[in-house]
Nanobody, 125 residues
């Protein structure tokens, strides 16, 4: 049974940092595309970062380049967020897809098969 459990969200002031974690279990972790998405109230879900777990290649949405860093350690994927802005307020989700060979394309389409329950990030000005 695939399980993705996010943690690390919270309420922070603008300019602060957070590190989100996603613990994965129930499947072979290697050779997957793991990604972070976010969804703000009234907005569509968007992919912010992805990583190919087999080789470590990373991909980012243009809107977050330079402030977000995705990384992995064993069966956990992290999203480090720097210089938080109120516009970063959203529910952040971790997701997994086996199409590692098209990770860059898949995460931008938000078409992932397995999702975590999400962790809330709230940034105040």
């Amino acid at each position: 049974q695939v399980q993705l459990v996010e943690s690390g969200g919270g309420s922070v002031q603008a300019g602060g940092s957070l590190r989100l974690s996603c613990a994965a279990s129930g499947y072979t972790y290697s050779t997957n595309c793991m990604a972070w998405f976010r969804q703000a109230p009234g907005k569509e879900r968007e992919g912010v970062a992805a990583i190919y777990t087999g080789g470590g290649s990373t991909y980012y949405a243009d809107s977050v380049k330079g402030r977000f860093t995705i990384s992995q350690d064993q069966n956990t994927v992290y999203l480090q967020i720097y210089s938080l802005e109120p516009e970063d307020t959203a529910m952040y989700y971790c997701a997994r897809d086996p199409r590692w060979y098209m990770c860059d394309t898949v995460f931008r389409s938000v078409d992932f098969g397995y999702w975590g329950q999400g962790t809330q990030v709230t940034v105040s000005s």
